[in-house]
């Protein structure tokens, strides 16, 4: 069973939305920290955002008052509301999960054109 599976990326114009998703298997979902990591070309990996299972956010500067993290620890699902979205969001998202061990998922694509 993979422990993380994106989904929801896509191509979309400068100004648009995407909603990623992040779904984890396994169990003890609801009190680990889940983050969403971006990748950009010729740059290295940067958090976006993250939530802890308490729901306490934290974002990266770049995407503050654009971007919603958010958790259903009922379904064990991360998501990742992106609104206003810029080319310089482009890159591949990656999840990961955070508690006893660390997983990282294999990314979604995002790509937003002027």
């Known amino acids: 069973q993979v422990p993380l599976v994106e989904s929801g990326g896509g191509l979309v114009q400068a100004g648009g939305s995407l909603r990623l998703s992040c779904a984890a298997s396994?169990?003890?979902?609801?009190?680990?920290?889940m983050g969403w990591y971006r990748q950009a070309p010729g740059k290295q990996r940067e958090l976006v955002a993250a939530?802890?299972?308490?729901?306490?956010?934290n974002y990266a500067d770049s995407v503050k008052g654009r971007f919603t993290i958010s958790r259903d620890n009922a379904k064990n699902t991360v998501y990742l509301q992106m609104n206003s979205l810029n080319p310089e969001d482009t890159g591949v998202y990656i999840c990961?999960?955070?508690?006893?061990?660390?997983?990282w998922g294999r990314g979604t694509q995002v790509t937003v054109s002027s």
């Open positions: 939530i802890t299972g308490g729901g306490t956010t």
């Open positions: 396994g169990s003890a979902f609801s009190i680990d920290v």
């Open positions: 990961r999960r955070t508690g006893v061990l660390d997983y």
